[in-house]
């Protein structure tokens, strides 16, 4: 017996929002035992297991009535490598960007656009984390998870993730799938991706002409230092809502009163709006009630300014909903996981 189970532990060290709720029973996973045993736990005693990572994507509105387990399992390994093809497995709990900064070392690429991104290795495939034009979908292998219904291990290819923009099987079907290791398909000779605006940009202003792919990680994580708050210092949980996909003749119609309007074609032929210019054109950037604002630079993103609870938080997240709606006719949909 290695899990240690504790009852009544604050979990605002374990969310990056920083709201102070209890879990009624709290433990750490080292181990796919860890995990089992976790697991019958709950069976056992009748609680629910809510699995978190770094807690960078929860909103928490009230206490947790849970074991709430947090993936902390360590290691990562070369599964295959022909020279330029490098397949690489991490496990749930390994910190996503100094796995990041480990591949870029090893000098392989794929990653480099998901730099400074918070969170578990293991919580990437749940909402397909993207960042400057890649997704985890570009470079994934494939990841093992454990069927919490059935209690069996499965191994799962690309297309059956069912991966979309911040969205797959796992997000789908909450609570099914415990992700235990996921592998990355990482190139020596990959070609980078550079289209996303603010990256070319970075590094000609920095005289890199021909970058590597740590050259790259380095201006995405600048551009983002200087544009996203540090939960450690404000908490928050990254963009509050998705950018909306919406069809391009509401886009056309938008455009007519709004010519400024950020939206971006997409290959299915729908458009996503960027979903910080609505906030910020409805005059909410910056906005603060009590401790619960949007934040000063990035109006995509709440923030919590000390003591705010999810709650008011989510109360903020619905007025802006709401006021979006009636300005624009588009529906922000919540990015962060709420429990
Ligand atoms: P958690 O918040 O702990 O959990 C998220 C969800 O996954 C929960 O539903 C949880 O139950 C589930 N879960 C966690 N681990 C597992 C597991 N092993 N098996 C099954 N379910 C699991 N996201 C992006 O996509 N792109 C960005 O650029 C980005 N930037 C961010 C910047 C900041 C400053 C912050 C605070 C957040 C940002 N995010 C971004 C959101 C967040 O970092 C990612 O979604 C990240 O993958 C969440 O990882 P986590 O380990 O913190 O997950
Ligand atoms: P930004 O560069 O100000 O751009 C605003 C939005 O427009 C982005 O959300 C992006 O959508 C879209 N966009 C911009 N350039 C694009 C292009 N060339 N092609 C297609 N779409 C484009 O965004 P930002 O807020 O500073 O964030 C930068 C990147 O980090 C984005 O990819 C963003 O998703 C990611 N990020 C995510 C989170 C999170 O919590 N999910 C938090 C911080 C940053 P996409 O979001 O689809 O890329």
Request: aromatic share 8%; with cysteine; net charge positive.
């Given at each position: 017996m290695s899990l240690q189970v504790r009852s009544q532990v604050s979990l605002k060290p374990f969310n990056s929002f920083g709201v102070d709720v209890q879990a009624r029973l709290f433990a750490q996973a080292h181990s796919d035992a860890d995990v089992r045993e976790a697991l019958a736990y709950g069976l056992e005693h009748k609680v629910p297991v809510l699995v978190i990572g770094g807690g960078s994507n929860l909103l928490l509105t009230a206490d947790i009535q849970s074991l709430v387990l947090r993936m902390a399992t360590r290691g990562i390994r070369v599964v295959s490598d022909d020279g330029n093809n490098v397949v690489i497995e991490a496990e749930a709990g390994e910190p996503w960007h100094p796995f990041v900064q480990h591949t870029l070392a090893q000098g392989l690429s794929g990653l480099e656009n998901l730099s400074l991104i918070p969170g578990t290795v293991g919580a990437a495939p749940m909402q397909n984390i993207g960042a400057y034009g890649v997704e985890i979908k570009d470079v994934f292998a494939g990841l093992t998870a454990l069927d919490r219904q059935s209690g069996e291990l499965r191994d799962f290819s690309l297309q059956e993730c069912n991966f979309a923009?911040?969205?797959?099987?796992?997000?789908?079907?909450?609570?099914?799938?415990?992700?235990?290791?996921?592998?990355?398909?990482?190139?020596?000779?990959?070609?980078?991706?550079?289209?996303?605006?603010?990256?070319?940009?970075?590094?000609?202003?920095?005289?890199?002409?021909?970058?590597?792919?740590?050259?790259?990680?380095?201006?995405?994580?600048?551009?983002?230092?200087?544009?996203?708050?540090d939960p450690a210092v404000l908490g928050n949980a990254g963009s509050f809502f998705k950018n909306p996909l919406v069809p391009a003749a509401l886009v056309a119609q938008l455009k007519i009163q709004y010519p400024d309007l950020v939206a971006y074609a997409q290959p299915d032929g729908q458009m996503k709006i960027a979903a910080g210019w609505l906030i910020e054109r409805a005059g909410w950037k910056g906005f603060r009630d009590a401790d619960a604002g949007v934040h000063k630079l990035q109006a995509l993103v709440l923030v919590n300014y000390g003591s705010a609870t999810g709650l008011q938080l989510l109360d903020l997240a619905q007025r802006i909903q709401k006021d979006i709606s009636e300005r624009f006719h588009v529906e922000l949909e919540m990015e962060p996981n709420r429990y």
């Open positions: 923009y911040r969205d797959s099987l796992f997000k789908q079907q909450p609570g099914r799938w415990l992700i235990l290791r996921v592998r990355f398909a990482l190139n020596r000779v990959a070609p980078l991706h550079l289209e996303y605006g603010p990256v070319r940009q970075r590094l000609t202003e920095q005289g890199i002409e021909h970058p590597t792919a740590s050259d790259v990680s380095q201006a995405i994580c600048s551009i983002r230092n200087e544009k996203l708050p």
